[in-house]
């Protein structure tokens, strides 16, 4: 089955222009065009779109996104130094592991301090973070 841009866009949940930037960016192969001229996507387009939005939401950046996708794509340019690529991102996820650990033990520090009542007004997270 082949897709229209605006299909295409409907399965992923993202919009057509998001769809013709990836293109743009090499990230999704160049679609096939019918007679009258429309973009006409493999319905394998859609699980890669789909990865692209789940590595964008994960914090990856399109660029990442790229250099990880020449696996998939079989490029030997964009799998150059893939193990040092690899070993940075995973020391910076560690980094942000981390973080967000400490975070959470701050929130849950700062939600056992709030009063009863949920008064904003008097609330010691809000006045906790003003003063640090």
């Known amino acids: 089955m082949r897709l229209q841009v605006s299909e295409l866009a409907n399965l992923c949940s993202v919009?057509?222009?998001?769809i013709r930037y990836y293109e743009k960016e090499?990230?999704?192969p160049e679609?096939?065009?019918n007679q009258s001229g429309y973009r006409m996507y493999e319905e394998s387009t859609v699980k890669r779109?789909?990865?692209i939005k789940r590595m964008q939401e994960l914090g990856f950046s399109l660029r990442e996104v790229h250099k990880l996708l020449g696996v998939v794509?079989?490029?030997d340019v964009r799998c150059k130094d893939m193990y040092d690529f690899v070993s940075e991102k995973e020391k910076e996820i560690e980094k942000k592991i981390n973080d967000l650990e400490r975070m959470k033990d701050v929130l849950i520090d700062l939600k056992g301090r709030c009063p009863s009542t949920k008064d904003l007004h008097e609330c010691p997270i809000i006045e906790t973070l003003i003063v640090d």
């Open 73 to 75: 794509d079989h490029d």
């Open 15 to 18: 919009n057509k222009e998001t």
């Open 49 to 51: 779109v789909k990865f």
């Open 26 to 28: 090499n990230l999704i």
């Open 31 to 33: 679609p096939s065009r």
